[in-house]
């Protein structure tokens, strides 16, 4: 029987809801491109109920404990002796999202001597290290695809948030004001800027699709090229390389996982070659851009706005820079931990448990690391160390 030990973020400070805002979800079977959404044998949640919270267990209580298994769920996460640290040297698996990552570092995989599987319930297993997973045997997998379209809407949103000053002419509303002047003089349109984004996987190409209607000038980079019928149905500009691109746009999304050929890329001399008042949103990870680099071109002029929702570390600490640098829309975590999302990856990361304890193969498409490599996606949009 295996021990599961799943770090989730905490619940709502007035306990967890009881009533939701709205009664359903939308019913949605396949993402674009034809991936089937989760298809575990069977759920026990409601979907539209938080899930992603202590309470919430992603809904796997009741399937685990009576298959045998033992559950401990926990936020405590960071510090010594935190409860994630104590549980860990005799878990099987870790489960964690994104969001509210449980770091496992080098030294942790050491100390969890029984570790076979890491789940990441979300996308993006940089909160892993992925090298010392191989190097352990540790299969890393993630759900992907489940909070794709929700993060690339939220992209959308900041973008026009940014572009638009949605957020200081917001607060003249709740500040009791109404000076036209002070919202509108850092306000643009959107149609005919040149939008570019770096990554066209699954969110960055959702992007490009919903932005396209706005009546932009679309461009980006990516590791392998797009369909030509695509490059031409969305009218896309194609860059060698994030360098090449960003001195053209006027916005640039950055859509690319975290790894060693992404950490550090935007930092003062790439951002020093983006058009002055460009406008920059992240939603990847937080460490592809160089954090006080951001602020000082805040600052300076150099960009016009930042936004987005990946800080390092997670939680961001109260003095964090972002907090408080001037012309930014950055939230919490949040963009893909909708309750939507959460049905999703909660019902994501029970198909690739039904899949680990029946011993049959997770689907590729969730692998990360398996077998003391690159597996699947992890092949595919990762890299380790060495290459
Ligand atoms: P995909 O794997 O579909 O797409 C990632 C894309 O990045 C691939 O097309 C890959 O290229 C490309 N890429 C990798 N390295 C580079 C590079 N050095 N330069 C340019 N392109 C590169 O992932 P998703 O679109 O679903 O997600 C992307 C990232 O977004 C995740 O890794 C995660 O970090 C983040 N994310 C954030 C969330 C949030 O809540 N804020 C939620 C979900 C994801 P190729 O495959 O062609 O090699």
Redesign the pocket.
Known sequence: MAKILCVLYDDPTDGQPTTYARDDLPVIDHYPGGQTTPTPQGTDFTPGHLLGSVSGELGLRSFLESRGHTLVVTSDKEGAGSVFDRELVDADIVISQ??WPAYLTAERIATAKNLKLAVTA?????HVDLDAAISNGVTVAEV?????I??AE?VVMTVLGLVRNFIPSHQIVLDGGWNIADAVSRSYDLEGMHVGT?????????VLRRLAPFDVQLHY????RLPEAVEQELNLTWHE??ADMVPHCDVVTI?????P??EG?FDDKLIGTMKRGAYLIN???AKIVDRDAVDRALRGGQLAGYG???WYPQPAPADHPWRTMPHHAMTP?????SLS?QARYAAGTREILESYFAGTPIRDEYLIVEGGALAG?GA????TKEG
């Open positions: 994104p969001f979300g996308i993006g297993s940089d992907t695809y489940c909070n794709s929700s993060v939220h770096v990554a066209a996987g699954r969110i960055g190409l959702a980079t990516d590791r392998h390389s994030t859509n690319a996982p975290l790894h050929e992404t890329l939603t990847a990870r987005g929702d990946v975590h949040i963009s893909g931990s999302a996606t595919h949009s990762y890299s």
